[in-house]
C-alpha cells in the first residue's frame, strides 16, 4: 500500500492508528515474537511512534508494550547484520556514527590534500584562511554525498577511478562534447581519490559506515533466503514513514523484508523531497512505488493546517509546474500531480478562515541590503501585534539568515536562531585560530600574513589594504624576517624597514603595516586571560570593532568556541595556549564541530510572541501562523538550465553536490542515467530546480494564516551584484494573489 499524504494530513497519526489497529485486530501473533515495524527517520520520530503507539494501545485496553518495534533504517540494518553474526562477534560489529564518519572523511581530505598539494592549491581563488575553509567545507560535503551516491549505487572507488581513467584518455583522443563536464574532471577524480581514501581507512578500522551497514544487510536479506524467511516470521507487517526521502538500499532491503506477497506500508508526501540534491534520496522511488498495478493507492489529500487560499496557491505552484515550466524534465519531475483538499465540515482540524488570512507578494527595488532589514522589522512587528500567534522567517541558504540575525538583534526582537553553524562556524574558528596562533607563538612570522588575512576577510579597519593590491601585500609580509623588530618596536627607530628585506617595502606598505601592528599590539595583552575570557575579549575586538559594525551571529558562535576550549582545559589543565590553539584548528579544519542539533532532532516546538529563523529546509515538519519567505527570486529557483545559481559555488557554477553526483552517474551509468539525453550539468540543473521549487512548496504550506513571499530586485553573490530575475513560480503567484484578492497591493 502507498499512502501519499499532503502537508499537515496527519501521516505520523495514520501510521500510528494503523499500526495499533493490526496489533488490535490480532494480524500479528505476540506469542510467536511477531510485531509490525515501523521504520522511520530520525531517533526522534522513533521516540514519538513508539509513544504513540503505547498511548493508543491503552486506550483501547491492550498489553501497550508489546506487539511493535519501531526502528531507524541505522538500527534496522544493524540488527539484521548482527542477527547473522550471531554472538559475540555480532556484538563486536563497528558501525561508525555520523561524526566518526565525518572525522574519517576530514582524515582522507586532509590525506588527498598532502598528496596533492599542488591540486588541491589549483581550486582556490585565492589564499585567504576564510577562501581556504569554505572550499574546504565545499569539498567536504560533496565528498560527503558523493560517497553516499557512489555507495548506494554500488560503485566501488577502483571502479570509478578506472571510469576516469578510460575517460581521461578518450579525451585525449577525440574532441570533448560537454565542456562543463571535462572542466570539472579534475574534481571528480579528487572526490573519487577521496572516496578510496576514506574506504581504505575505515577497513584498517574493521568499521562500516551507515551506507556500508545498509549494503551488508541487503546482501544478507537478498542472498539468504532462510535469513530473509526469518525476518518476514518477525515482523510481517512494515510500515515505512518518510518514503519520499528513501534511497536505493533502502528500497531494495525493504522491498526483499517484506518478500512478494508481505504487507508494506510506505507513507510519504513525494512533494515534500527536499534532499534529493545532496543525498541519494529522490521522490522517483516513491512515485514509481505509488504507480505500481500491484501497490494500493490510498492517499490522504485533506489538511487542516492551512487557510484555504494557501493551499489553493500551493496547488497552484504544482499546477504550473506539471503543465506549463519552461524545462520539460522539471514539468515531470518537480511535483506528482496531486492537490492539498481543505478539511471536510465536521473534521476535527478545521482550516483557519480565509477571511482572517492573507498573502502578500513583496518585490524590493534595491538589493537584499533593503529586503533583509525590511523582513526582520516585519517579523519583529507581527509578533508585537499578534503576540499569541507563532511566527518564522525562511531563508534560502544560511548566509541570508546569519544576515537577518544581524538585523533583529539590532531590533532586539525575540527570536529562535535555528540556524546550522556550518561553513561560518569554521570561518569564524579559522579567523580567531589564525589570530590565536600568533598570540601563543609572536615570532614566527609565517604566522603574520595568515592573521592579517583573516582580519581582510571579515574587512576589519585593521586590514585595509586594496583588493588589487592585496597579493603583493601578503608577500611583503611572508618575507618579515625579524618580527620581534615590528611586534615589539623600540622608541625612535625605524624598525618596520629593519623587519622586512631591503627593497620590499612600499611607501603605502608603512601605513597599512602600522595599522595591522598596532591592532596586534593592543590585543598582546589579552595573552595573559583564562582562555575562555581569552576569546570573548579577541571576538569583541574582531567582531564588535565599533557600535556600528557589532556582529552579534558570529559574536555567539565565538562565545561557544570560547565555552568549548574551556571545558578542554578543564579537562587538561596543564595545557596552555599553544596546545588550546592546536585543538582550535580541530574546528576551523572540521575535525571537530560544536554541538549544533537541527530543529527536527531537537524537538522544537515554536512558541507565540517569538520569531523562527531557520533555512526552507529547516521548517520541514514544522508549521506557524505567519511565515515570511525570503529570497525567492530566479537566482534561487532559476526558470532555465543556463542561469545563474544562487547559494552554490562559483567555481563549479552550480550546486557541488548535485553538479558531482550527475557527473558521478554519467560516467558510470552513461545512457542509463536518469536523464540520457542531457550533459551531467545540465541534470544537476534539472535536479536543483526541481528541488527548490518543492521547498518553496514546503515552505508556502508551512503557514496557517499569513504568507509573505519576497524577492529584490538586485543581490549580491561572491563580490559581485547579479540582477536577479523574478522567479517564474513568483509570477505565477503573484497572478493567483490578483485573482482571488482584486484588493491586494503589491509593492
Known amino acids: 500500500m502507498a499512502v501519499s499524504a499532503v502537508p499537515g494530513s496527519g501521516k505520523t497519526f495514520t501510521l500510528t492508528q494503523l499500526a495499533a489497529q493490526l496489533i488490535a485486530e490480532e494480524r500479528i501473533d505476540p506469542t510467536r515474537n511477531q510485531q509490525v515495524l515501523v521504520v522511520t527517520y530520525l531517533n526522534a520520530s522513533v521516540d514519538n511512534f513508539k509513544a504513540r503507539i503505547h498511548d493508543r494501545l491503552a486506550e483501547l485496553g491492550l498489553n501497550p508494550e508489546r506487539g511493535y518495534d519501531v526502528r531507524t533504517l541505522h538500527s534496522l540494518g544493524l540488527e539484521i547484520v548482527r542477527l547473522v553474526q550471531g554472538g559475540e562477534r555480532g556484538n563486536d560489529l563497528i558501525v561508525l556514527d555520523e561524526g566518526q564518519s565525518r572525522r574519517f572523511l576530514t582524515l582522507a581530505v586532509d590525506n588527498w590534500i598532502e598528496a596533492y598539494p599542488m591540486e588541491w592549491a589549483s581550486f582556490l581563488p585565492d589564499q585567504t584562511p576564510q577562501a581556504q575553509t569554505r572550499w574546504r567545507t565545499t569539498v567536504e560535503k560533496t565528498a560527503a554525498a558523493f560517497i553516499r551516491t557512489a555507495?548506494?549505487?554500488?560503485?566501488?572507488?577502483?571502479a570509478i577511478l578506472g571510469q576516469i581513467q578510460t575517460l581521461t584518455q578518450r579525451l585525449k583522443e577525440e574532441p570533448a562534447v560537454d565542456e562543463a563536464s571535462v572542466t570539472r574532471l579534475p574534481f571528480l577524480n579528487m572526490l573519487a581519490g577521496i572516496f578510496s581514501g576514506y574506504q581504505a581507512i575505515i577497513k584498517r578500522?574493521?568499521?562500516?559506515d551507515f551506507n556500508d551497514l545498509i549494503g551488508q544487510a541487503v546482501d544478507l536479506v537478498v542472498g539468504r533466503p532462510d535469513v530473509a524467511d526469518l525476518l518476514r516470521q518477525r515482523w510481517p507487517f512494515v510500515l515505512e514513514d518518510e518514503a519520499q526521502d528513501s534511497v536505493p538500499l533502502q528500497e531494495i532491503l525493504l522491498s526483499h523484508l517484506v518478500g512478494e506477497g508481505g504487507n508494506w506500508v510506505r507513507v510519504g508526501d513525494p512533494n515534500q523531497a527536499i534532499t534529493s540534491t545532496f543525498t541519494a534520496a529522490h521522490p522517483r522511488y516513491l512515485n514509481a512505488f505509488l504507480d505500481r498495478e500491484d501497490v494500493q493507492n490510498r492517499p490522504l489529500p485533506h489538511?487542516?493546517?492551512c487557510a484555504p487560499k494557501?493551499?489553493?496557491?500551493?496547488?497552484?505552484?504544482?499546477?504550473?509546474?506539471c503543465d506549463h515550466h519552461p524545462v520539460p524534465e522539471v514539468r515531470q519531475n518537480a511535483f506528482r500531480r496531486q492537490d492539498i483538499l481543505p478539511t471536510p465540515v465536521g473534521d476535527g482540524q478545521q482550516n483557519p478562515p480565509d477571511k482572517e488570512s492573507r498573502i502578500v507578494i513583496k518585490v524590493y527595488k534595491h538589493r537584499e541590503d533593503e529586503e533583509l532589514p525590511n523582513l526582520a522589522h516585519l517579523a519583529h512587528l507581527y509578533t508585537q501585534k499578534r503576540p499569541h500567534q507563532t511566527v518564522a522567517i525562511l531563508v534560502p541558504t544560511n548566509d541570508v539568515g546569519h544576515k537577518i540575525a544581524e538585523h533583529l538583534d539590532r531590533l532586539e526582537a525575540s527570536y529562535d536562531n535555528l540556524l546550522r553553524g556550518g561553513t561560518r562556524e569554521r570561518e569564524i574558528a579559522t579567523a580567531l585560530h589564525a589570530l590565536l596562533a600568533l598570540l601563543a607563538d609572536p615570532l614566527r612570522g609565517r604566522l603574520l600574513h595568515k592573521a592579517y588575512l583573516a582580519l581582510y576577510d571579515i574587512n576589519h579597519p585593521a586590514a585595509t589594504v586594496p583588493d588589487q593590491h592585496i597579493e603583493r601585500f601578503e608577500a611583503v609580509l611572508r618575507s618579515v624576517v625579524k618580527a620581534e623588530k615590528l611586534l615589539y618596536p623600540q622608541e625612535g627607530r625605524d624598525d618596520i624597514l629593519e623587519a622586512l628585506p631591503k627593497g620590499v617595502v612600499q611607501a603605502p606598505d608603512l601605513?597599512?603595516?602600522?595599522r595591522f601592528i598596532n591592532f596586534l599590539q593592543n590585543i598582546f595583552?589579552?595573552?595573559?586571560?583564562?582562555i575562555d575570557?581569552?576569546?570573548?575579549?579577541?571576538?569583541?575586538?574582531?567582531?564588535a570593532f565599533d557600535d556600528k559594525n557589532?556582529?552579534?551571529?558570529d559574536l555567539a558562535i565565538a562565545y561557544q568556541i570560547a565555552n568549548v576550549l574551556r571545558s578542554w582545559y578543564d579537562l587538561h589543565p596543564h595545557w596552555r595556549l599553544p596546545e588550546l590553539v592546536n585543538e582550535l584548528a580541530e574546528i576551523a579544519e572540521g575535525r571537530r564541530h560544536l554541538s549544533v542539533v537541527s530543529s527536527e532532532e531537537s524537538g522544537y516546538d515554536p512558541q507565540p510572541g517569538r520569531i523562527s529563523l531557520t533555512t526552507q529546509h529547516g521548517a520541514k515538519g514544522l508549521e506557524w501562523d505567519g511565515v515570511f519567505l525570503a529570497g525567492i527570486d530566479g537566482m534561487w529557483i532559476p526558470g532555465t538550465l543556463d542561469a545563474y545559481f544562487l547559494g552554490v559555488d562559483e567555481y563549479l557554477g552550480g550546486d557541488p553536490a548535485a553538479e558531482m553526483t550527475a557527473e558521478l552517474k554519467s560516467l558510470m551509468a552513461g545512457d542509463q542515467a536518469h536523464y540520457p539525453h542531457r550533459s551531467a550539468t545540465e541534470a544537476a540543473h534539472i535536479e536543483v530546480i526541481c528541488e527548490r521549487l518543492r521547498l518553496l512548496y514546503v515552505g508556502m504550506t508551512r503557514a496557517r494564516r499569513f504568507l509573505q513571499i519576497s524577492r529584490s530586485r538586485k543581490t549580491r553573490a561572491y563580490r559581485k551584484e547579479y540582477d536577479a530575475e523574478p522567479s517564474t513560480a513568483l509570477g505565477v503567484l503573484y497572478q493567483f494573489v490578483k485573482e482571488i484578492d482584486d484588493r491586494a497591493t503589491f509593492a
Request: hydrophobic residues 45%; negative net charge; glycine residues 6%.
Open 151 to 158: 555507495k548506494n549505487e554500488r560503485y566501488a572507488p577502483e
Open 205 to 208: 578500522q574493521g568499521a562500516l
Open 303 to 305: 489538511s487542516g493546517r
Open 310 to 321: 494557501i493551499l489553493a496557491a500551493a496547488n497552484r505552484l504544482v499546477h504550473w509546474a
Open 511 to 514: 601605513e597599512h603595516i602600522g
Open 525 to 530: 595583552p589579552l595573552r595573559l586571560l583564562p
Open 533 to 543: 575570557d581569552l576569546i570573548i575579549a579577541l571576538s569583541d575586538e574582531v567582531f
Open 550 to 553: 557589532v556582529n552579534e551571529t
